[in-house]
């Protein structure tokens, strides 16, 4: 296992309910750091160019809608696995199918409105890591 940084957001739904408090902690808890974070308002252009490979999908739309919809808070966590961990801690995309404890098993509001993202990969993760902050905001 290596030291692994993901990009991280806490989605709409959630800092609308005033969540991003109760996640963090799931994250901390998971022995993920948060080594970089910001809370920002996407326009639905900008959720479309980080949600590209979603492009062709049927919930492309209402996907880039919902993102721009109210601030969110991106992130980035570092730890052993971060990638894979992460996504342990988050639950599958479905909260019907994400396991107890699991972050969107608890918050998420539907599989569209489902509280976080997380990257699926190294290479995604760098991507999508570049995609909201600079190295200079990357202080470990
Ligand atoms: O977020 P995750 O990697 O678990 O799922 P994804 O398959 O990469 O989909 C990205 C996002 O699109 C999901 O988190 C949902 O917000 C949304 N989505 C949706 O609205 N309806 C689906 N059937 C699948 C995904
Ligand atoms: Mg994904």
Known sequence: MATE???SIIKPDA???????????KFEDAGLRIIAQKRIQLTKAQAGEFYAVHKERPFYDELCEFMASAPVVVQVLEG???IAKNREVMGATNP??????????????SVGENSVHGSDAPDTA??????YFSGLELVG
């Open 5 to 7: 940084r993901t990009l």
């Open 15 to 25: 800092t609308r309910r005033n969540l991003t408090g109760k996640i963090n902690a």
């Open 80 to 82: 052993e696995n971060a």
């Open 96 to 109: 019907a199918d994400a396991a107890p404890g699991t972050i969107r098993a608890e918050f998420a509001e």
């Open 126 to 131: 760098a991507e999508e890591i570049a995609f």
